[in-house]
């Protein structure tokens, strides 16, 4: 049974029922006046019209009763499909023929054929396999089995989705706007198409001049030239569209069924209103199922076409069943659960070719890879990502186990999918495939990190701002299973074009590809905090870099190879590497007093020149022993940040208790003392200390010629901050007079005016942003301009600005003060034990025990008596060794000493808990690691 509804009987537009034929009807397909049925044989009989040669034989204009179409009568077809004029037919091969009218080029045989009598095979999509077919008027439509649309014929209106000003086609041509998105159906109307993906979104595009296309919003537009996603149509849950000349009608999930577009016949099921425009449910289908519901007999809508003038919607009828069943389209190729087992358990060789076959497909197809894992998602259902990517990296992990399919899968990405990867698409569906790939241990394989993974970062490269901008969003909700071993194939891939270096053009942008597409991620991470910072750290390269040499030098010249993704590759540890490679260095050597330290310092800083900053600092404490290799220089630095940071010593100020520190508007000291502790902050970096600096990261957005702006001014007074934010939040009228401001501030101890007779100006609505932007300016840049300037250029006396200038504030903050991401088990793993230990000695595991059991402040004060900073390189924990020692001239009545530029802690033999336990609160309260004269070692 089926209904159908038109204004023949001049009535009430109403659905009215109709019987169908008894034969066996497997489908049947209308044009203007003709007709095809495909039976259950799979054999073709049309009727009708045949001036136009639309039902596929010569003879008779026109065939009243259905005849066979002898020149199909060889083939198994499997879907038919009718134009205005024109028919198309599919057999189970996928090979198309088409005939009838061609004058459009709708045949798609390459020529515009007024004519064509017999069925013709349109040799174009020769070894395309094609699952579905549909015509419009004078155009058509088909569906591969990789999710491939073609469209050919007339194009008057856009329908062929091909973009502004493409002529009409006699040849079958790519759909690009819907490559990579997994589809489940194509429909043709009589100048508009559709596609619908496996997620339930339509895409529309053609002629929009009765409404059929559904699109909302301002200034509709007549026609779309290229596929557009229907946003009416978004949460309906749409299972299968059908298109009619100027109207459309879709079933959704629960049976129900939207109609709209043109009425003049009334081919919508309604009268529709100019309150109601858009997709409006047929009511009175929904009205039979109502009753049904109450409890009369079970009726659900099962199938639904649109004919020039009409629709149809065939219904189910069963008492004893709640469900109908639907209409099934020939899907595209998807790894299933069945499909995957049968892979891995092939044996003979006929069942071997077969699942070659349909890897090659899947593994060749973006959309085809995504569609295999789909998310399942209920009606008007949203989801951040559409994949399953647990699901995916099981399945994966259990085919590549097989080397035969790991290797079939290797070649079918390398040679065709990551070329097909669907860089220009807006589509969250078809960019699915990026979060995929990833998760597919081929991708890991340290043998495929030129073909496969270099490939795919430049295909991420390449993606245009929308594409790449909607990749991210769905980056911001991977889980750390997924983002974490992506981030780390990028780094393995950068590590190993190093090892392959060879200075030519193609080096040069593989790494700016996989750097650019790392530099991407590493925006997302910082937004979303998923993962820690140092995730990003390519710690092997101070392996593999050295700054001083020419060749890795030209890795910072400023072409069109290389950009700002430069700072990724010698991010924080391995931007200023000593010159190793050149032994014996030479050495600038600092002479101190413990008691004169800062004095004895900035003297012979000030008298330095500026080749010996650029030598390798030794530090001596006189009439203190320092080892032969080097001085004691990361206690050194320690203690004078630590003396001339401190409130007493007049050099900062600190606008709140615990805050940060700044530098002041009116100085206590000279000028000259904030240029002696700028080049102090670029000899600790070029030096590769860490200092423990409370400045914000407003200093080092400055250093970087970038602006300081309201959340700097937060993290340096956070109440100032929060005051400035609650004045722009403030939507009041009267904001300046209930919160008593004006353009006149107070800081430093001083009131300053922001503009000239500030003091008379208040603050209102229209003045707001200006007032909180000139306070910022204020205390960043006018009242520090002085000793700012003084600090800057002592700074970059030191450290190369061209160089530095490639850093993110973040970064450049972390490469001079460090972090504090301690992993103490990491730490005791790296140990190492030297002269007489070794790691089951009894006095090592007494030290680790005691050591895991003290508190965070005793931990962090040790890392202080060993190193001479209680801060971590920007590297981690991860490079940090301890070497214990233990020379024969120590007793058990000695205390631990350390030699801090080489982490080396020299530790008694200590056999008790409790002996052990005092050592290090010893250590701990007299945190100065320097090797004093009352010991000399073996």
């Not at 599919?90 to 459009?104: D, I, Y």
């Not at 998602?377 to 399919?405: Q, Y």
């Not at 065709?416 to 990026?434: I, K, N, T, Y």
């Not at 025990?849 to 920007?874: M, P, Q, S, V, W």
Request: aromatic share 8%; charged share 25%.
């Amino acid at each position: 049974m089926y209904f159908c509804w038109d204004t023949d009987s001049r009535e009430l537009q109403r659905p009215r029922t109709e019987r169908s034929p008894r034969a066996e009807l497997l489908q049947a397909a209308s044009g203007e006046r003709h007709s095809l049925l495909l039976l259950t044989n799979h054999r073709v009989l049309s009727c009708g019209d045949n001036s136009r040669g639309q039902l596929g034989r010569r003879g008779s204009p026109r065939g009243e009763l259905p005849e066979p179409i002898q020149a199909l009568e060889t083939l198994n077809v499997d879907l038919v499909s009718c134009g205005k004029e024109h028919s198309l037919a599919v057999c189970h091969k996928g090979r198309v023929f088409a005939w009838g009218a061609g004058s459009e080029g709708q045949l798609g045989i390459g020529e515009f054929k007024e004519i064509s009598f017999t069925p013709k095979k349109i040799t174009t999509l020769n070894g395309i396999k094609i699952i579905q077919v549909s015509c419009g008027h004078c155009h058509s439509l088909a569906l591969s089995k990789d999710s491939q649309v073609f469209s050919w014929g007339k194009n008057s209106h856009g329908q062929l989705g091909l973009g502004k000003e493409v002529p009409s086609q006699a040849s079958p041509q790519r759909v690009r706007s819907l490559e990579g998105i997994p589809l489940a159906q194509v429909a043709a109307g009589g100048a508009h198409s559709f596609a619908l993906s496996l997620c339930g979104t339509s895409f529309g595009w053609g002629s929009n001049s009765a409404g059929q296309l559904a699109l909302g919003g301002r200034n509709v537009p007549v026609q779309s030239n290229k596929p557009l996603s229907i946003g009416a149509l978004k949460n309906l849950g749409v299972i299968y569209i059908s298109c009619g000349d100027e109207h459309t009608a879709v079933l959704i999930q629960d049976g129900k069924v939207f109609t709209f577009g043109d009425n003049s016949s009334g081919q919508l099921g309604y009268s529709p209103t100019p309150e109601k425009r858009g997709p409006q449910l047929v009511e009175r289908i929904d009205g039979l199922v109502s009753q049904i519901d109450c409890g009369l007999v079970d009726v659900q809508v099962k199938h639904i076409f649109a004919g020039t003038y009409a629709n149809f919607v065939t219904t189910h009828q069963d008492t004893s069943s709640t469900s109908a069943p639907r209409k099934t389209l020939p899907e595209i190729s998807r790894i299933s659960q069945s499909m995957a087992e049968k892979w891995i358990a092939v044996k003979r060789s006929t069942e071997c070719d077969v699942a070659k076959s349909e890897i090659r497909m899947i593994f060749s197809s973006p959309a085809c890879l995504t569609a295999s894992f789909l998310k399942k998602r209920g009606t008007g259902e949203t989801t951040s990502i559409d994949v399953d990517l647990e699901m995916a990296r099981d399945t994966f992990k259990k085919l590549t186990e097989k080397e035969w399919i790991s290797s079939m899968i290797t070649t079918c990405l390398e040679d065709d999918l990551l070329r097909a990867l669907p860089c220009r698409s807006p589509h969250q569906e078809a960019l699915s495939v990026f979060l995929l790939l990833p998760e597919c241990p081929v991708m890991h394989d340290s043998k495929n990190w030129k073909n496969l993974v270099v490939p795919f970062a430049k295909a991420v490269c390449e993606m245009s701002k929308q594409s790449l901008q909607v990749l991210k969003k769905c980056w911001a909700f991977l889980q750390e299973s997924s983002l974490n071993p992506l981030i780390q194939m990028l780094k393995a891939a950068i590590i190993s074009q190093l090892l392959h270096w060879t200075e030519t053009e193609q080096d040069h942008c593989n790494v700016k590809a996989l750097l650019g597409m790392l530099k991407e991620l590493h925006k997302v991470n910082k937004a979303n905090c998923r993962l820690p910072e140092n995730t990003f750290n390519i710690n092997e390269l101070s392996d593999l870099l050295n700054f001083y040499t020419d060749r890795r030098r030209q890795l910072f010249r400023d072409n069109h190879m290389m950009s700002e993704e430069k700072a990724y590759m010698l991010r924080h540890a391995t931007i200023l590497q000593r010159k190793d490679e050149f032994p014996p260095s030479p050495r600038f050597i600092l002479r101190v007093r413990r008691s004169r330290l800062v004095k004895d310092a900035l003297r012979q800083l000030s008298q330095a020149e500026a080749t010996d900053f650029h030598k390798v600092l030794v530090v001596e404490f006189i009439e203190e022993i320092h080892p032969e290799s080097g001085g004691v220089s990361s206690e050194f630095f320690h203690c004078m940040f630590e003396e001339m940071t401190k409130p007493e010593y007049g050099m900062f100020m600190y606008p709140e208790m615990g805050s940060c520190m700044w530098f002041p508007a009116k100085p206590k000291l000279e000028k000259k003392r904030y240029f002696l502790f700028g080049m102090l902050c670029g000899l600790s970096l070029f030096n590769l200390n860490v200092a423990n600096l409370p400045f914000p990261l407003a200093l080092y957005k400055k250093l970087l010629d970038q602006k300081p702006s309201l959340e700097d001014l937060k993290e340096l007074s956070p109440r100032l901050g929060k005051s400035l934010q609650e004045v722009l939040n403030d939507d009041a009228d009267d904001i300046g007079d209930a919160l008593c401001i004006c353009f006149s501030i107070h800081w430093d101890q001083n009131d300053v005016d922001l503009i000239p007779n500030g003091i008379s100006i208040p603050v209102d609505q229209t003045n707001k942003k200006d007032y909180v932007s000139k306070y910022i300016d204020y205390i960043f840049n006018v009242s520090v301009k002085a000793v700012y300037e003084e600090f800057q250029r002592g700074f970059y006396r030191v450290c190369e600005k061209e160089i530095l200038r490639h850093f993110y504030p973040e970064e450049l903050m972390t490469a001079i003060i460090g972090n504090t991401d301690y992993d103490w088990k990491q730490f005791e793993q790296n140990s190492k034990y030297e002269q007489g230990y070794q790691k089951s000695h009894p006095t090592i595991r007494l030290f680790w025990k005691a050591f895991h059991k003290l508190t965070l402040d005793e931990k962090k004060k040790f890392l202080l008596f060993l190193t001479g900073c209680d801060r971590l390189h920007a590297r981690g924990i991860q490079k940090m060794e301890i070497v214990f020692r233990c020379p024969q001239t120590f007793s058990e009545r000695d205390h631990p000493t350390s030699i801090t530029c080489h982490y080396i802690l020299y530790l008694p033999k200590y056999s008790t808990m409790e002996r052990m336990e005092e050592a290090l609160q010893v250590a701990i309260n007299n945190n100065r690691g320097f090797v004093s004269p009352m010991h000399t070692y073996s």
